[in-house]
């Protein structure tokens, strides 16, 4: 059977003692459109230390960009262990734990999250220094909003 390590439990507890207390009181609000849920996911980030570990995994594809790789000729991040990856602080299972404990109190919000991570990790993953810099870099440390969109030539947003 599958158990999660000592360190996907302890943050397990931390997202969902957070998710209770600050998120939970105020789905109702955000769900009937009285406030937006930016605010409280630029806390969440800020308080469970979210945005300082992708902020920091961030700097370090920055510093190798600056050092001569190119975002072509770069390998795709993968879990090896410098806090680079595909997931938080390159850890798949703990973005997995973080969506999980979220979704349990509000899909929404989850939704919120995963558009701003999937811009800013997108950006990140393939951009230039000069992008990262300017873009993934302030979506990463939660002081903008990520957003992502679709299209496709004659299907618009309904790529399907």
């Given amino acids: 059977m599958f158990e999660l390590e000592d360190t996907h439990r302890a943050f ?3 997202v969902r003692s957070w998710c209770e207390r600050e998120l939970a009181p105020a789905v109702p609000a955000m769900e009937g459109g009285e406030v937006l849920p930016y605010p409280l996911l630029k806390r969440f980030a800020r308080e ?3 945005a300082e570990v992708l902020a ?4 370090r594809r920055l510093a190798k960009l600056r050092r001569g790789a190119t975002p072509a000729s770069e ?3 993968t879990r090896d262990g410098d ?6 602080g390159g850890d798949p299972l703990l973005t997995s734990v973080l969506f999980k404990e979220i979704c349990r109190i509000s899909p929404g919000f989850g939704m919120v999250l995963m ?5 800013g990790m997108t950006i ?3 951009g230039s220094a000069d ?3 300017r873009y993934a870099l302030p979506i990463l440390r939660f002081e903008k909003i990520g957003a992502w969109a679709l299209t496709e030539p004659e299907a618009g947003s309904d790529a399907f």
């Fill in 12 to 14: 397990e507890s931390a």
């Fill in 48 to 50: 469970l230390g979210i």
């Fill in 56 to 59: 920091a995994s961030a700097e």
């Fill in 75 to 77: 390998p795709q991040p």
């Fill in 83 to 88: 806090g680079e990856g595909s997931g938080l």
């Fill in 115 to 119: 558009a701003t991570l999937g811009c």
């Fill in 124 to 126: 990140l993953a393939r």
């Fill in 131 to 133: 992008l990262i810099e």
